[in-house]
């Protein structure tokens, strides 16, 4: 059953990257570079061989290539925050306020 799950989220990730890539105009190679992979590698995420990992996914946020089936942050419509490759629905900030560390928060509306 995991082996599915892994699957179909290889699927996913592969529409994903692909949006990714072709919206920004990018060539497998460069976006390789971006996140310090091969063209090749970038290529076997497009056709779902393999998962693209989650460090790659947060580079690419701090790049400002957002994945494409990310709604945002639910308080505040921000950049979602990955962390151990556990999708959030919350930004980092929303989801520290959330756990009741209170910082400083640069996206929520006080």
Known sequence: MATKNNEQRAKEDAED?????????LSRADLGQKVGR??????????GLSRVPSWAW???DLEGLHRRRAK????????LAYGAGK?????????????GRREEMPCADE
């Open 17 to 25: 990257i692909r949006a990714i890539r072709e919206t920004a105009g």
């Open 38 to 47: 091969s063209g090749r590698t970038v290529e076997k995420w497009e056709q």
């Open 58 to 60: 947060r580079l690419l």
């Open 72 to 79: 945002g942050c639910q308080a505040c419509g921000g950049p």
């Open 87 to 99: 999708r959030t629905r919350f930004c980092e900030a929303c989801r520290r306020k959330k756990q």
